[in-house]
């Protein structure tokens, strides 16, 4: 079975209501994105960063999965499918997909401060002030902000370096080093973008756009790799 390996970013959750920081009315016309992805915008000001994930779980709680994760999940029945995302909800988990690597972390988990290696799963929606990890130190938010280190990158690479197929789905490509991963794809192989806006690239060989929406695009490269239609 061939290795199908999806690289997504915000445009696939967007379809499903979640906010963007890049989108026209999206999260930058309210925040500063350093005061709230940032260690900087934790030390200065760590309720106002608990506030805005809190809003953010709380959303995605609200949230479906859309056209496009079912696609991928349809996939695997013909494809070995491996998903890295650049998206901390779980989206693609709730739409049944087996194989999803985060490369920025996981909104419905929490970080001790102290020690970043004890993850907790939030029940609810919430981080509370007071909430603690067994070691005493207060959480946070288990996500990769700017500045961070990118603990999942060398597991994004093995992947792509193993890839049959590669396909990137809603992702300006501007974010590194997740952007870097395209470069890392054997010599000669299908590259796919599916993306409706105009996105710069670099890549020594073609990439074939497929400029849709992510629910619609992902049928078109459905129908493309199985010869068969999608039943929804």
Known sequence: MQKLVVLTGAGISAESGIRTFRDMGGLWEEYDIMEVASPEGWEKNPVLVQKFYNERRKQLLESEPNRAHRTL????????????????????????????????????KAQSTRY????????????????????????????????????????????????????????????????GLVDYTPDGIPIYLIDPEDIQYYRKQDIKIIKEKAGKGTGVLFEELTGNKLSF
């Open 73 to 108: 999940v349809e996939l695997e029945k013909y494809f070995d499918v491996e998903i890295i995302t650049q998206n901390i909800d779980d989206l693609h988990e709730r739409a049944g997909s087996k194989k999803v690597l985060h490369l920025h972390g996981e909104l419905r």
């Open 116 to 179: 970043p290696e004890l993850v907790y799963e939030i029940d609810g929606w919430e981080i509370r002030e007071d909430d603690r990890c067994e070691k005493g130190f207060p959480l946070r938010p288990h996500v990769v902000w700017f500045g961070e280190l990118v603990p999942a990158m060398d597991s994004a690479v093995e992947i792509s370096m193993s890839a049959d197929i590669f396909v990137i789905i809603g992702t300006s490509l501007n974010v590194y080093p997740a952007a």
